[in-house]
């Protein structure tokens, strides 16, 4: 782990050209024991090889290979110029990270580097951020994730399936850091709860790293919003799915659309013959042509930042959606158009990438892709991988979730279970506050305890999800009726008919 210290970061500074920039950067590693003089002259010889220059106004200056026996200890700086630094080709650099590495551990630096950069956010904050503190934070990953975002929204999805729907959500939620292993495990085996208006909601207590919605939508406008819930600041966003209008609107918006309705911001109401137009479902990518491509590293210290600069703009002439996933260290696909993300893979001599390209010039870019890759990238190769480089075609795919099953509330009682009801006496009902702090009261026993809206003949449903109990429509005088099994059940039933009794904090 790269740990900084405000020796490593100069903020607010400022550089009439990259080269002045570079300078700085090079007399701080130099100031902190980082490297000897000289290295600045690897530095403007890497430059002119391959911008350096990765995206969301972040370069990444080092030196070559001729210059690392000046590297002393490995480390970073970092300067900021919240001004801006023209980097060449109509870039803004505002965060420069120069970096001096004694050995291939230049792309376990990287890796740590991009994968908490390539949030544009994350970067926008680095760029303007007058904290230390903040900084550091942010750059090492410690800032909050965004509780909505346009990436966890997929539109378009082929499939009527909402466990097929769970899974992208579950799967975006996951590579985005929101939630761990055991979330996409759980929330597998449950079903969604139907709010109405062909909108659905599923969420589970188990594995919730960070606050976030992730929005799922098939052609015919079936929407899934798959809740991780870290704590209870979500309650605003969910009480107002409890509305019809916001419910029919998420079943149309675009993806900024949905978040900024989601914010409680107004969108124009849609329905018009030129809304359903802008919104009207487009090919999705199972629809198009489909190219799958596994390609050997033949670099000898892999992909470093110039190799994968050139294999980024062997891609961009093609209008395919390109993916890339490094098999060997088993990382999820991310963007092989952004540099940032390609480096962050850690590809080393002799891993294998897989390629997924869809779109009608597919399987050409996968072609000139594998090119480049035996071109070496840039670079003098003469590795030859044991197993040849492949390309396969494939036609249209339907989103499958083999072997996975979910779980409907079973309504039966057995006879180790214990069951209540109670008469809801909240004057505005079950809302997102009351909610909680019943969550919160059966979440302190030991026992598997569902719930249902008796005067609403609703399915039973876990006790232990906020959303669930808010998507209940529970209104004053509704009775609820709670099953419970295991070692507290009994004491959970009695809690949760006091905290019913004593109206839910209101």
Not at 44 to 73: M, W
Not at 224 to 232: G, N, Q, S, V
Not at 243 to 249: G, K
Not at 403 to 423: H, P, R, Y
Request: hydrophobic fraction near 40%.
């Amino acid at each position: 782990m790269l740990n900084l210290s405000a020796n490593n970061i100069c903020l607010n500074s400022s550089a009439q050209t990259k080269e002045d920039a570079i300078r700085l950067v090079a007399q701080g590693l130099i100031a902190n024991g980082n490297v000897n003089e000289g290295y600045q002259n690897g530095m403007f010889a890497r430059e002119a090889q391959t911008s350096t220059f990765l995206g969301n106004g972040i370069a990444i200056p080092h030196g070559t290979l001729d210059t690392r026996e000046l590297v002393q200890q490995t480390g970073v700086q970092v300067y900021q110029f919240p001004q801006g630094v023209e980097w060449g080709e109509g870039n803004i650099a505002y965060v420069v990270i120069g970096i001096a590495a004694k050995s291939d551990e230049h792309l376990t630096i990287l890796r740590q580097l991009t994968s908490v950069l390539g949030d544009e956010a994350a970067a926008e904050k680095l760029a303007q951020t007058q904290s230390i503190e903040e900084f550091i934070a942010i750059f090492q990953g410690q800032s909050t994730l965004p509780v909505l975002s346009e990436t966890l929204v997929s539109l378009n999805l082929d499939s009527n399936s909402l466990l097929a729907l769970t899974a992208v959500n579950a799967t975006n939620l996951q590579e985005k850091g929101y939630v761990n292993q055991q979330f996409i495990s759980d929330i597998l085996n449950d079903e969604p709860t139907a709010l109405g208006d062909n909108l659905f909601v599923n969420d589970c207590a188990g594995g919730n790293l960070h606050n976030g919605i992730a929005i799922a939508r098939n052609q015919q406008g079936k929407t899934l919003l798959t809740i991780a819930m870290k704590d209870d600041s979500l309650q605003p966003i969910l009480s107002c799915l409890l509305s019809v209008e916001v419910r029919q609107q998420l079943t149309r918006l675009s993806a900024a659309e949905m978040v900024a309705c989601l914010s409680g911001k107004a969108v124009q109401a849609v329905g018009s013959a030129q809304d359903l137009a802008n919104t009207a479902p487009q090919p999705t990518a199972c629809e198009q042509d489909k190219a799958i491509g596994t390609f050997t590293v033949r670099n000898e210290h892999g992909l470093h930042a110039r190799p994968c600069a050139v294999l980024v703009q062997t891609l961009k002439p093609f209008e395919a959606k390109v993916s890339v996933e490094n098999l060997d260290r088993q990382s999820a696909p991310v963007n092989a158009k952004s540099t940032m993300r390609v480096v962050a893979l850690g590809a080393t001599k002799g891993q294998r990438l897989r390629f997924v390209a869809e779109g009608q010039d597919a399987q050409a870019a996968l072609q000139a892709l594998q090119q480049a890759f035996i071109n070496g990238l840039g670079e003098s190769v003469s590795f030859v991988p044991s197993v040849e480089d492949s390309i396969e075609v494939v036609g249209q795919t339907a989103m499958q979730a083999d072997g996975l099953k979910a779980n409907i509330a079973n309504e039966s009682i057995a006879s180790n279970e214990q069951e209540a009801t109670f008469t809801v006496k909240n004057e505005h009902g079950l809302h997102a506050r009351p909610s909680a702090v019943l969550v919160n009261e059966v979440k302190k026993y030991k026992a598997t305890v569902q719930v249902q809206n008796v005067d609403r003949q609703s399915p039973l449903v876990s006790a232990k999800s906020l959303m669930k109990i808010v998507a209940l429509g529970v209104q004053k005088g509704h009775r609820l009726r709670f099953v419970a099994s295991g070692e507290d059940a009994e004491q959970a039933l009695a809690g949760i008919g006091e905290a019913i009794a004593n109206g839910l904090g209101e």
